[in-house]
């Protein structure tokens, strides 16, 4: 079982930059793909970036790639999405996802949610 608690979200000017952290609980999170997601109001949940178990591997939905890195510390078990040049359109609620049986590209199947963080972007 892990335990996911993003942090960082808040209220940013268009252009601006936040940071999102998500800690995970347990000893294993070396083990685990970890990705980021948000769910604009009224819309789908979308994915956003994912990475590798070591981190050498990440993957980006086109919207955010080129603003948005996500990056993780294993020995703090805590990953991290830095988002810059925020649009207003990339105000929604940020959840962290965990899954230890498949790859980055497969996140969207993920075992384990964190319960989000809110990004909202003033235009």
């Known amino acids: 079982q892990v335990q996911l608690v993003e942090s960082g979200g808040g209220l940013v000017q268009a252009g601006g930059s936040l940071r999102l952290s998500c800690a995970a609980s347990g000893r294993t999170f070396s083990t685990y793909v970890m990705g980021w997601f948000r769910q604009a109001s009224g819309k789908e949940r979308e994915f956003v970036a994912a990475?590798?178990?070591?981190?050498?591997?990440?993957f980006y939905a086109d919207s955010v790639k080129g603003r948005f890195t996500i990056s993780r510390d294993n020995a703090k078990n805590t990953v991290y999405l830095e988002m810059n040049s925020l649009k207003s359109e990339d105000t929604a609620v940020y959840y962290c996802?965990?899954?230890?049986?498949?790859?980055?590209?497969?996140?969207?199947?993920?075992?384990?949610w964190g319960q989000g963080t809110q990004v909202t972007v003033s235009s």
């Open positions: 996802a965990a899954d230890s049986r498949g790859t980055s590209r497969t996140i969207s199947n993920a075992e384990y």
């Open positions: 990475i590798s178990r070591t981190g050498d591997s990440t």
